[in-house]
């Protein structure tokens, strides 16, 4: 493997080497090196001493305890105009990102997500310019990354203008199987006939971008581009927070987001019915919450201020273990409302509701998964059944003085279960990623929050449809 070294000279922000120029660290402050036409919010990086023109190359970088990284090779003529570009946002520089949990890789200012993976500690970086090869290598698995499940790029001329994909990424085992060129230690290179292209003549830079281990809430682009990516928030592509209008383009993505999520949902709504049984069969319980009625203002402030938080706070749901906690607390409290709520109705009349809300969400979730219509798109609908909803609930106030009123409350109920039976359509269509708008893959905790939402407040609506006018 070589020796890769840091080249001090080409640090830029508050990044020290070692007396060895192996280890880096990054200072609180202290003065900047600054390069012309650096933009003031860039990411602090550094170029590795070392520069290749040909063979097979091999070496490994330790990123242990970081919960933030970028690692890639630039050319020489990257290093020539001062950085004006981050890592991976022009067509000389290659990398590997790791930031908030998600792992990405950048190239020419296109970002491809993959298969989110546990923190590696060491990565291996090979490269290859016999056969044009750059691959990133998870040291302690074994586990090669490429566009798809793992990274793997080559370059189509010596220019470096061009990137393809292999038709089909060759193996960790087959990559580390091979040749070994003279003088080199055992760099793990494929004998497969990937491409035979000729080697380009452009000195190729080991580099690290270093972020700390406390990086900015969210996934932001570290590096302060103003570009956007298919996994943030779009703000011009017409979609809003947390949506995004383009299609995923890895299923594998897109199935580990919808178990995350509905295992985030599979725990909260064991809470919520947990509490609701809790207080529906323990008369000791159900005395103390109807007597107590303090704590149920108490958990309606905690409920609405926990989902504000959550719905307007991109950073907030996104950053662990912040996101986490809110959502325990933000369960917690919609449980104990539910619970009370359902200590007012028979016991009867509490499980058969029960029972109602878990055949609909099935039904409901089934056929999101099976049929070709698009909830996602019928914006105009769900806003104007929500208005219906939102004006009926104010004549509900505004009459109750007069007494109650049997046909008003059942058309509320009723209306309400069925708003937030397609408001759960909705939801389950956007988690799925092949519709017209699909939940960015970063918002399990919002996915989760939303369908939360939805299958509680259908049981609130189907107790006031099937409990007594008390």
Known sequence: AENITFDETTACGNLKTSADKTTLHCTPSGPQKQYPKQREEAAATILATQFFTSGCHYWEVEVKNLTGWTVGVVDQGWKKRRREEALGQDKSSWALQLDDGMLVAMHDDEIEILREQNHAERLGIFLDFSKGILRFFNVDTGFLFHLTSGLCLLYQNPTFTNMTLPAAPPSYAEATAG?????????????????????????????????????????????????????????????????????????????????????????????????????????????????????????????MGTYLVLVCSTSARRRYPTNIILLGIFTLAMSYMAGMLASYHNTRVVLLCVGITAMVCLAVTLFCFQTKFDFTSCHGLMFSLMMVLMITGLLLIFTAPFGYIPWLQTAYAGLGALVFTLFLAFDVQLLMGNRRYSLSPEEHVFGALCLYMDIVYIFFFLLQLFGSRE
């Open 179 to 303: 040749d070994k060129e003279p003088g080199m230690g055992s760099p793990p290179y494929s004998t497969q006939s990937t491409l035979m292209l000729p080697p380009p003549t452009v000195p190729i830079h080991p580099s690290w971008a270093y972020v700390h281990s406390s990086p900015s809430p969210g996934y932001t682009n570290p590096y302060a581009s103003d570009m956007s990516s298919p996994f943030s928030d779009p703000s011009t592509s017409g979609s809003y927070d947390g949506l995004s209008g383009n299609s995923w383009e890895d299923k594998n993505i897109r199935r580990m987001f919808v178990r995350k999520v509905f295992a985030i949902l599979m725990v909260q709504l064991m809470v919520t019915f947990g509490l609701v049984a809790l207080f529906t069969f323990c008369e000791q319980v159900r005395q103390f919450v109807q007597y107590n009625r303090i704590l149920y203002l108490a958990s309606y402030i905690t409920f």
